[in-house]
């Protein structure tokens, strides 16, 4: 996984409420058994005019000219500044692959669906929440500058506009600590293998009817 | 002290060990795995020559991808015409082969919706955690299990490591009192309550179901509220263990038995919470209020009662909430102020891991007997959880009164709840479907979903259009 410290990057739109994971990767890209490639197909219903297809080549599709990632002015975008409940509906990770390769590295909501949030850590992605009205006020700087960037400093837990203006949100601990370093997630919990066989012998005991076989 | 929930419960009896920082390593007794989620996290333990912790606690199935058309479906995994699904169910097969997994393979007649197979084999047991690389998990919570979705790199964390890290959430108890209208069913109940407490509302919270409309309700009824928990934001929902649930569990293949069984139901009695359990939140429903339920956008908190009229953008409270109606308005090609009972359906579909129980089967073949589904209808299907739903069915000859009816009866998987395979709907086509998300695109692109019950959505069949299926 690659690791977040420090990221400037310019920052992208996504200004609806309740955007699910439906919307963010359709279900037709879910067959793949592979986990990168989905960049293309990020928000593929909004972004085009036809439906895509798995395996398509897009560079030839018809673009939606309203859709904002598809505006010059916001090509390169590596933040992405989002409404409420973000990530909503199914726990497919495909989400966060496709946000990832397209480029994004930190999302910005007023909030995130709960299964979605947590797949972001998993991807090298950092998703911040901020208090509903500053996402608001981002929004409107964003729109009236072109080419507004945002510094996003994981070690100092904060976020800071063009002008300076820091604003300082919340991560768990653990999950921080992952994502500075990059770490491997499994790793860091065989390092409890013991633990974790003492609590299987002895919830095997107190539960034999758990661990039944299934053939 | 205060006592506990049943959530508090199910979390301390598996917890391995807690962080300093609050995060915490859950044991996790049984992974339900299917074709979709699980590619990656079988390749990631290939890459770093990692084998499955207790190969036991794994059961796979194949359900998204397969198709429901019988011809298709005789041919098994070489039978399925879409190359890409094909790769991906042949993939899941060789996967169990290589990590020795037990695997329901796409013709065996236990294959089915993982959330339907799991509680009818006893693979799902109460006081079980329980997870899956797919959200309506939750479903399993009806048994009174800790069950919840999962993403792909997690599926790969419990399959390497039998545990997942965890943080613990907050309490909700959501109680319907009372009794419920006829013609009412656990699908309106979940429905009214993600009405009101929205799709976010549940975001951190564990639900606890509660109250006397709950402990009414059938274990199938239970999974239908359980499955939807989601739905309402919560990865978790939960209800109780009682006798309906001890007597659903007893004799299933995979169950306790002999003097296990008496051990296992002596365990199982203590997993309610405790009467002075307290919970961070608390939403009261009552259940003579709540009227067969029709969502009209496309959020599953989009929802109404069927004698409701579509919202009009011009009352809304904020610019938000115009934005977000009118949106909805438009991509469901519905006016402000329409009656529900006067959207028209080109499709209905009655399946999904929320209602493709055998109840729910009885249910719908009760509405539609000895009538025709309307000439404006194109299609209607009929797609059961599980090979063994199926041959219950047609053991009491449901398939003759739906196809009799002029519904068609299929093979089972998820079929059109998420249309993977070629069950899907056209661009801009009504759907009274059974399933859990009316999302845009959800059932094929452009398509129009409106969540029902099975009920509602066979008597839609009929009628053409929705009606209030308590004057059927
Ligand atoms: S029936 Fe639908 S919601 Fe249920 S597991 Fe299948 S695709 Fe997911």
Same mark, same amino acid.
């Given at each position: ?31 793949? @058994?592979?986990?990168?490639? #989905? *960049?293309?197909?990020?928000?593929? $219903?909004?972004?085009? =005019?036809?439906?895509?297809? !798995?395996? &398509? ?76 009205? @500053?996402?608001?006020?981002? #929004? *409107?700087?964003?729109?009236?500058? $072109?080419?507004?960037? =945002?510094?996003?400093?994981? !070690?100092? &837990? ?58 | ?472």
């Amino acid at each position: 996984m690659q690791a977040f410290t420090v990221l400037q990057g310019l920052v992208a739109p996504m200004d609806r409420a309740n955007v699910d994971t439906d919307l963010i990767i359709p279900k037709q890209f879910l067959k793949s @058994i592979k986990r990168s490639g #989905f *960049g293309p197909n990020l928000f593929d $219903e909004l972004r085009y =005019l036809d439906q895509g297809e !798995p395996g &398509q080549d897009c560079s030839g599709r018809p673009v939606n000219e309203d859709f904002p990632l598809n505006h010059a002015r916001y090509q390169g975008a590596s933040v992405l500044l989002a409404r409420d409940n973000f990530g909503c509906g199914s726990s497919r990770e495909h989400a966060p692959w496709a946000l990832e390769d397209y480029g994004f590295r930190c999302l910005i909501a007023p909030s995130f669906a709960d299964i979605f949030y947590n797949n972001c850590f998993k991807n090298g992605i950092l998703p911040i929440v901020l208090d509903a009205a @500053i996402v608001d006020r981002l #929004f *409107g700087e964003m729109y009236a500058n $072109e080419g507004y960037e =945002l510094t996003v400093d994981l !070690p100092a &837990q904060e976020v800071r506009t063009p002008s300076g203006e820091a604003m300082a949100f919340e991560v768990d601990a653990f999950r921080k600590h992952c994502l500075l370093n990059g770490l491997d997630d499994i790793g860091l919990t065989l390092e409890h293998a013991e633990a974790i066989r003492d609590f299987e012998g002895r919830w095997r005991e107190q539960s034999p009817w758990l661990f039944g076989s299934l053939r | 002290m205060s006592g506990q929930t049943l959530y508090d419960k199910l979390w301390q009896s598996h917890l391995v060990l807690e962080r300093d920082d609050g995060s915490a390593l859950i044991y996790i007794d049984r992974q339900l795995i299917h074709e979709v989620t699980s590619p990656q996290a079988f390749e990631g333990l290939r890459l770093s020559g990692r084998r499955p912790w207790r190969t036991e606690a794994n059961l796979a199935v194949p359900d998204h991808n397969v198709p429901t058309v019988k011809d298709e479906r005789d041919g098994g995994i070489d039978g399925i015409v879409d190359p890409v699904s094909r790769l991906q169910v042949r993939t899941l097969d060789d996967n169990c082969k290589d990590f020795d997994i037990v695997e329901f393979e796409i013709n065996d007649r236990r294959q089915g919706i993982v959330h339907v197979v799991g509680p009818e084999q006893g693979a799902t047991l109460p006081g079980m955690t329980i997870v899956c690389g797919d959200s309506h998990t939750s479903t399993h919570g009806a048994l009174g299990a800790l069950a919840h979705g999962i993403g792909t790199s997690e599926v790969e964390h419990v399959l390497a490591t039998q545990c997942l890290v965890q943080q613990k959430m907050k309490n909700m108890l959501v109680r319907v009192d009372g009794k419920l209208q006829p013609g009412v069913t656990a699908k309106d109940v979940v429905l009214a309550i993600i009405g009101e407490i929205g799709t976010a509302g549940g975001t951190g919270y564990a639900i606890e179901f509660g109250g006397e409309v709950i402990g009414d309700l059938s274990m199938e009824g239970r999974m239908t509220v359980c499955n939807m928990a989601i739905e309402a934001g919560a990865r978790a929902g939960m209800i109780a263990v009682d006798q309906k649930t001890i007597d659903y569990v007893e004799g299933r293949t995979y169950a306790p038995k002999g003097e296990q069984w008496e051990r296992a139901v002596a365990a199982w009695r203590e997993l309610h919470s405790d009467a002075d359990a307290v919970f961070d939140r608390v939403v009261a429903l009552k259940g003579e209020d709540i009227k067969p339920q029709v969502t009209w956008g496309t959020s599953p908190e989009m929802v109404l009662p069927v004698d409701g009229n579509v919202p009009d953008p011009a009352n809304a409270a904020s610019a938000a909430e115009r934005d977000a109606i009118s949106r909805a308005l438009q991509y469901m090609g519905l006016s402000a102020g329409q009656a529900i009972t006067d959207i028209k359906l080109d499709k209905v579909f009655i399946g999904s891991c929320t209602n493709s129980r055998i109840e729910d089967l009885r249910a719908a073949a009760a509405v539609v007997k000895g009538k025709r589904v309307a000439g404006s209808v194109k299609l209607a299907m009929v797609v059961p959880g599980s090979g063994a739903v199926k041959e219950q069915a047609e053991a009491e000859g449901l398939h003759e009164v739906f196809t009799a009816a002029g519904l068609e009866w299929r093979e089972p998987g998820c079929s059109m709840c998420l249309a993977m395979n070629s069950d899907k709907l056209g661009a801009g086509e009504h759907c009274a479907s059974t399933s859990n998300r009316n999302f845009e695109g959800r059932q094929g692109f452009g398509g129009r979903t409106h969540l029902v019950s099975p009920q509602m959505a066979a008597a839609a069949a009929i009628a053409g259009h929705f009606v209030d299926v308590r004057d059927w």
